[in-house]
């Protein structure tokens, strides 16, 4: 299965097991390239490293997709973008909260929740990204 499969505010449990896949996936490559350029002193810092920032992004993960669903179903309106700005918006604000700052948790609500917006938007008007223009 995958996300888009199953309509929105319907499957939030399998939605959720998705985005935190993706998030962990993400989390182990950004922490490899990181131990790579930021070579710590021992292999222990190094798995003490990985460990935290892949945990760090599977959590963030999971609320994404946890807020998104359950927010589609509070607010009966499955298909709105306004639901991915609010799971985006929760995941930065659980990066605030892990790093003990505000000033990183604002930032992080509205960047992600903005992304997170702008990409429902691209899927439901057919933005394309990449391949040759349409004519």
């Known amino acids: 299965m995958g996300y888009w499969d199953e309509p929105e505010g319907t499957a939030c449990l399998e939605k959720t097991w998705i985005t935190t896949k993706m998030a962990t996936a993400l989390g182990l490559v950004g922490s490899a390239y990181h131990i790579v350029v930021f070579q710590p002193d021992s292999a222990i810092a190094a798995v003490q490293k ?7 992004m599977a ?3 999971a609320i994404f997709g946890m807020a998104t669903c359950l927010s589609a179903q509070a607010r009966e309106a499955p298909d709105e973008p306004l639901n991915y700005f609010i799971g985006g918006c929760a995941s930065g604000i659980f990066l605030g909260a892990r790093t003990h700052s505000a ?11 903005t992304l997170a917006f702008f990409s429902k938007v691209a899927k439901m008007e057919g933005w394309r990204i990449y391949g040759p223009p349409k004519l």
């Open 59 to 61: 959590t963030m993960g």
């Open 50 to 56: 990985a460990t935290t920032a892949t945990v760090t």
């Open 103 to 113: 000033m990183t948790g604002t930032t992080a609500c509205l960047g992600l929740g």
